[in-house]
C-alpha cells in the first residue's frame, strides 16, 4: 500500500517557526516530483512548495521567501521549513506526489511538477496562527 504520512503541524504566533514533514512509501517517493500544498475550507487547494527528484524546486509567490521545501532520500522523507509565519498561513498542510492520474492541484505556471496531477496523498496537518 503506498502511502504517505504528514506531521508536525501546531499552533504559533505570528513570525514563529514550523517544520512538517512528509514520510512516504518507496513507490510514492522514488523518481517523483512532490508537493505541499495547503486548503482553508471553502476555498481551493492552494499548492505552495514543489520539488522534483532531481532537487528542483519552485514556490507560490505566498510562501517565496518564508518557506523552504527539501527532501531526504535516505528517509524518503519530504520536509516543508516554514519561518516569518502568518495568519494568512493558517491551514491544513498536505504533501502529495505527482503522477499521470490522479487529482489536480493548483500551481504556479513556473512549477517544476510539470504534470499537474497527483496520485497519492498525505492526510492534512493543521497549522494554526495567531496574531
Known amino acids: 500500500q503506498e502511502s504517505l504520512v504528514a506531521s508536525g503541524g501546531g499552533s504559533v504566533q505570528t513570525g514563529g517557526s514550523l517544520r512538517l514533514s512528509c514520510v512516504a512509501s518507496l513507490y510514492a517517493y522514488k523518481d517523483k516530483c512532490m508537493i505541499w500544498f495547503r486548503q482553508v475550507p471553502g476555498k481551493e487547494r492552494e499548492g505552495i512548495a514543489h520539488m522534483e527528484s532531481d532537487g528542483r524546486t519552485s514556490y507560490a509567490d505566498s510562501v517565496k521567501g518564508r518557506f523552504t521545501i527539501s527532501r531526504d532520500d535516505v528517509r524518503k522523507t519530504l520536509y516543508l521549513q516554514m519561518d516569518s509565519l502568518k495568519p494568512e498561513d493558517t491551514a491544513m498542510y498536505y504533501c502529495?506526489?505527482?503522477?499521470?492520474?490522479?487529482?489536480?492541484?493548483?500551481?504556479?505556471?513556473?512549477?517544476?511538477?510539470?504534470?499537474?496531477?497527483?496520485?497519492?496523498f498525505s492526510q492534512g496537518t493543521q497549522v494554526t496562527v495567531s496574531s
Open positions: 502529495a506526489t505527482e503522477g499521470e492520474e490522479g487529482r489536480v492541484v493548483p500551481m504556479p505556471y513556473n512549477a517544476v511538477c510539470r504534470l499537474g496531477l497527483f496520485t497519492y
